[in-house]
C-alpha cells in the first residue's frame, strides 16, 4: 500500500487523464465540476491540486488522494533506478562525505533551477523579441 505524504512522480501522461477526467465530471446540479470542488471532494487543497497538474511539477504527496476521488486504483509509489542506486552507494559513505554530498548536491540543484527560471523567462526557442524604442 503506498504510504501516505509519500512522492508520487507525475508524468505528463497522467495529469492530461487526471485533467480529462475531472472535466468530465460533473456536480449535482450537472455542471461541470470546479477544480475547487473536486480538490474538496478528494479532501485537499486547492492549491495542492493545481500545483500537481502544473506542467513543472515532477512530484506530489497528494496522488492517492486524487486517484480515490476519480475511482481509479492506488498509484504505486515508484522509485526510479537511478535513485535507487544512489541510496544503495548512499549507505556506504561516511558522516563527513553524505555532508559534503549533500552539500554540492544543494549546489547543483540551486544551478539547475536558476537555469530553468531563465530559459523559462527568454521562452521558446525561435521567439522574436520586442525591441523597445
Known sequence: MPRPGGAYII???WRRKVRAAIDAMT???GKPLSDAKFAKLAGIAKSSLSEALAPESTQTSVMPQIHQAL???EPRL????DTLEALAQWDSLGEFARGAMLEKLRAEATKERSRREA????G???RLSKKRN
Open 124 to 126: 521558446p526557442p525561435g
Open 78 to 81: 515508484v522509485i526510479a533506478p
Open 119 to 122: 530559459e523559462e523567462r527568454r
Open 11 to 13: 508524468t505528463d501522461e
Open 27 to 29: 456536480d449535482d446540479n
Open 71 to 73: 475511482g481509479w486504483e
